[in-house]
C-alpha cells in the first residue's frame, strides 16, 4: 500500500528507517523511488544518543529484572510487553 500511494501521489514521501524485512530486497521498488529516504536503523542517531540510551537501558533492565514492569521506559510494543508480564 504504501508503495502504490507514494506512486499516485497520495502520499508525497516518505522517510525509512525500518522495514517489514530486512534489509529491503535489491529489487524492491522503495530504493529508486524520488520521493523515499532509506536509513539503515539509524534515523535515530545523535550526539547525545548514547548519553540517553545506556542510561535508559540500565533503567529498564533493572525495571525487569526487579519485576517492575509498569516501571518501563519507552516502550515499542505494549502487547509483548502485557505477555511478558
Do not use: C
Amino acid at each position: 500500500a504504501l508503495i502504490r500511494h507514494l506512486e499516485d501521489g497520495k502520499i508525497a514521501g516518505a522517510g525509512l528507517d525500518v522495514y517489514a524485512s530486512e534489509p529491503p530486497a535489491p529489487d524492491n521498488p522503495l530504493w529508486s523511488m524520488d520521493n523515499v529516504i532509506m536509513t539503515p536503523r539509524i534515523g535515530g542517531m545523535s550526539d547525545i544518543y548514547a548519553q540517553q540510551a545506556l542510561p535508559l537501558l540500565i533503567e529498564n533492565l533493572h525495571a525487569y529484572l526487579d519485576g517492575r514492569r509498569g516501571a518501563l521506559r519507552n516502550i515499542v510494543d505494549s502487547f509483548a510487553t502485557e505477555k511478558a508480564r
